[in-house]
């Protein structure tokens, strides 16, 4: 039969209704039950001879798998932790849409296992459609918080794997105590976010321990005041961010890290604040941990940061250290040894020199936008980051901050003063090089003063790599210039001895560049503009890079004239143009914090 099932049945409901007249109603009625079982046959069997249904349900388990999108890539919320969360009310529509694809979905069990506040009434529904599987949970509505505790306490808290809570708040305590309170063998993942903590409450613990939480892999704790109750042997991953337990902080936090052996990253924010810091030799003594690669220190003074520096002391290779938002003091920087210490360490001076060129030391100075993409804000940061064979170690601090220290730049400072280490140096990262991010003002501690090359301070240096991300519409970035190159007109000045300069211009975030064109009036495709590089090399000043290779780079949305690689092709050695899919970055130990936007979100940064 050519027809498909909807139109066979739409034609025979025609029919009886034509002929209605001379039959009953209970004739009419059996007749259009009749026909509707029929038409569910017909289309049961035309469904089973498309493509898509013949699969086995192995591959159609997959498929519905793949179309489960997490949810930081369609709302404003996001989750700053690394989480299998998926979302699960998207299968709904899928279930139906025929009888194979819903048995196929409902017997996935795994795949109703996220329960979230976006749609609460149906908490209940995929705590059926889960049951047996572990179960993930994400609360970020404090309104509808106690209906997905509700849910748990009829017996289902045994399958939780992963607990997200963001926005608790004080009256909604008590149901998380009586749910942490009850064994949770499979819970793997927590994270608590409390929207108004009472700091003056008489301190507690959370009822987290190692008895009824054997499983605890990552913990979160943001703005709560309370720790908990025991390290866990299996934690691998912690993340504390304003938490308050009264003086006494430092002391517990330091006794919980000792209690957790297997950690392998730590990220510690905002705890140096109205503390005291421990007393003591005993408790600066490095802690036991074989496993830790990466630690984030996050907006603390000069105190807390001495006091976590001497604790936590990665000792796996390849390992990442990061200092974020440091709060400088009013000391000169160029004398502080804690910093200089920590980026220029003396036992990796005393290896530089044998060092192979292969794995050369790299430098890298950024200037990064706040999370609204701006670089003009008060939280755009400046960052500092030197890679060695061990470890990458960053130190960035965010503009509001310069306060502190007048007019005082505390990146020319550390590099004046540690000539010697960066003498090994042969690589070179500028990131986001354009003046409109105010590198000007960021090298020269006079701002009337002309700015000054922080290239003068590696004399071994043969590449050399400029970033500009035009995602960020920087005024500027259009415009290739020499300016931070030394300038033979300075007679204080040594020329580098290039091989490679690296241009490096695009966008890192098409999505966002879009939206922030539209947002703007502005077009998003830039065509880069060499009349300012052009005319600094006229002017002979940078006569040395003639032995130097010139290696534009741009992804799609950046243009480059042909004429224009011509004209620079009589000042370089060579010059060519490679095409990028992505912007690149410079090679470093542990995932950079910076891709993920503003450096100031330290929970992201795992």
């Known amino acids: 039969m050519d027809l498909l099932p909807d139109c066979l049945a739409e034609t025979l409901l025609n029919s009886v209704k034509n002929n209605a007249a001379s039959l009953s109603d209970d004739t009419i009625w059996s007749i259009h039950t009749t026909l509707l079982e029929t038409a569910l046959h017909l289309r049961t069997a035309h469904n089973a001879r498309q493509g898509l249904l013949r699969l086995p349900p192995e591959v159609l388990s997959e498929i519905l798998e793949d179309i489960l999108d997490p949810y930081c890539s369609h709302w404003t919320f996001r989750p700053f932790w690394r989480s299998t969360e998926t979302d699960s009310s998207v299968l709904i529509p899928v279930t139906h849409t025929c009888r194979r694809l819903r048995e196929v979905a409902l017997g996935l069990r795994s795949l109703w296992g996220t329960l979230t506040t976006k749609d609460p009434h149906r908490v209940p529904i995929f705590v059926e459609r889960s049951r047996p599987a572990p179960l993930t949970v994400a609360a ?34 008590n149901y998380l105590y009586e749910l942490l309170n009850s064994p949770l063998p ?63 902080l430092n002391v517990k936090v330091a006794d919980l890290l000792s209690d957790c052996p297997r950690l392998e990253s730590v990220v510690l924010s905002c705890l140096s604040f109205e503390t005291v810091i421990l007393d003591g030799a005993a ?97 755009r940061s400046y960052a500092l980051t030197v890679t060695t064979r061990e470890c990458t170690r960053r130190l960035a601090t965010y503009s509001g901050q310069r306060r502190y220290i007048g007019n005082s730049v505390w990146i020319t400072q550390l590099l004046a003063a540690n000539a010697t280490w960066l003498a090994a140096i042969r690589e070179v990262w500028v990131v986001n090089a354009a003046p409109s991010t105010f590198w000007p003002r960021f090298l020269s501690s006079d701002t009337c003063a002309p700015v000054m090359s922080p290239l003068v301070h590696f004399p071994a240096l043969e590449t050399l790599t400029l970033v500009s991300d035009h995602t960020f519409l920087v005024e500027g970035t259009t415009q290739p210039g020499l300016y931070l190159l030394p300038s033979t007109e300075d007679p204080t000045a040594v020329a580098p001895k290039l091989t490679a300069l ?30 300012q590089m052009l005319e600094d090399l006229r002017c002979g000043d940078y006569a040395y890079l003639r032995d130097t290779r010139l290696i534009v780079q741009t992804t799609p949305n950046v243009r480059v004239d042909r004429n224009n690689l011509d004209r620079l092709r009589e000042h370089f050695k060579d010059v060519r143009h490679e095409w990028l899919d992505a912007l690149p970055a410079m090679p470093v130990r542990g995932e950079d914090p910076a891709r993920r936007g503003c450096e100031k979100w330290s929970e992201s940064h795992w």
């Open 140 to 173: 970020w509505s404090r309104h509808d918080i106690p209906s997905v505790f509700d849910v748990f306490f009829t017996g289902e808290a045994n399958r939780i794997q992963e607990l997200h809570l963001c926005s608790v708040e004080v009256e909604h305590m």
């Open 186 to 248: 499979c819970l793997k993942s927590f994270t608590l976010h409390c929207y108004q903590a009472d700091w003056y409450a008489k301190p507690s613990q959370l009822p987290l321990s190692r008895d009824r939480n054997p499983s605890l892999r990552y913990l979160t704790l943001k703005n709560t005041p309370f720790l908990p109750e025991t390290g866990f042997p299996t934690l691998t991953h912690l993340s504390l961010t304003q938490v308050v337990t009264g003086p006494d």
């Open 283 to 379: 408790h600066r003594k490095p802690l036991l941990l074989e496993h830790l690669r990466r630690v984030t220190l996050h907006e603390m003074d000069d105190n807390a940061l001495q006091l976590y520096m001497s604790l936590l002391q990665p000792r796996a290779r390849d390992s990442a250290y990061h200092i974020l938002g440091h709060i400088l003091g009013h000391n000169n920087q160029r004398d502080n040894p804690l910093l200089r210490d920590f980026l220029f360490p003396p036992e990796t001076q005393k290896r530089s020199e044998d060092q192979p060129a292969e794995e050369s030391l790299q430098l890298c100075i950024s200037v990064h936008p706040d999370h609204n993409g701006e670089f003009s804000g008060w939280d």
């Open 502 to 531: 690296r241009l490096m211009h695009g966008f890192s975030d098409h999505t966002l560049a879009k939206r922030r064109a539209t947002e703007r009036h502005v077009p998003l495709a830039d065509t880069l503009d060499f009349k």
